[in-house]
């Protein structure tokens, strides 16, 4: 988090919610005197782009301390290859997703990721793996985030008309920044469904105990 938290508290926030749709707003003291907008759970839906192509999209907390989403972007892939960009016509398709809380210094502090690999045969899908990672950023003298839970799972395996994986990664805060860690708290959660079609879609959900203006999150597929 490092300068994300000083530019964060140079700005005038107050408390913010949002579930299902609405918001509410209160103000609350963060770590140290700095308020903070509580409670953020943020969730969006990608479709998979074409081989060679990623989609993503940006949503920054605002000095209301509501919800900016950016455009829905369709842009080169992070990890183009050739094996990538010849998936449209093979039989095995491939599906990376990133879930990521950025601070307004754009310093990652907290990423869930995923890499889906499916083939497919006479309109079935013969075999389906994904895998999960985490990222988180440390701070010197062993402090910053740290992982506290990771989950990954998937409903089917072989011989299936859809497969549907789930991520889930649990991080917490303690450094310089906050010492006690009981302020910060991010919750990733991604899924990801395979079809035998083998067009895929990417859901994403994150849930922050505490956030500042222009907090960022950016998530995106390809």
């Keep these: 988090m ?3 938290f000083v530019c964060a508290a140079l700005a005038v926030v107050g408390a913010f919610s949002l579930l299902g749709g609405t918001a509410a707003a209160a103000p609350t003291e963060g770590a140290g005197t700095a ?3 509580a409670g953020v759970r943020l969730t ?10 990623a989609v993503e999209q940006t949503v920054t907390i605002g000095a209301d301390c509501a919800p900016h989403p ?52 006479d309109g079935r899908i013969t075999t389906a793996a994904t ?7 440390r701070e010197p003298w062993d402090a910053g985030w740290s992982l506290k839970s990771a ?5 089917c395996a072989t011989d299936c008309t859809a497969v549907n994986a789930v991520a889930d990664a649990s991080f917490t805060y303690k450094g310089i920044f906050d010492a006690s860690g009981d302020w910060y708290a991010n919750s990733h959660h991604s899924s990801v469904r395979l079809n035998a079609d083998g067009t895929a879609q990417c ?12 907090w960022n999150w950016q998530h995106g597929c390809e």
């Excluded at 839906?45 to 060679?52: D, R």
């Excluded at 895998?131 to 950023?137: E, H, I, L, R, S």
């Design 2 to 4: 490092n300068r994300g």
């Design 44 to 53: 969006g839906s990608l479709p998979v782009p074409p081989a060679g192509t």
């Design 151 to 155: 989950a990954s799972s998937q409903d």
């Design 70 to 121: 950016g455009p829905v972007r369709r842009v080169p892939a992070r990890a183009a290859t050739a094996d990538s960009l010849a998936a449209a016509e093979a039989t095995t398709r491939h599906v990376r997703s990133w879930n990521e809380e950025f601070d307004c210094c754009n310093i990652r502090m907290t990423g869930l990721y995923t890499t889906s690999d499916w083939n497919i045969a």
């Design 203 to 214: 859901t994403f959900d994150v849930e922050l105990k505490h956030t500042f203006v222009g």
């Design 131 to 137: 895998g999960a990672t985490q990222g988180f950023n």
């Design 35 to 37: 308020p903070s907008c």
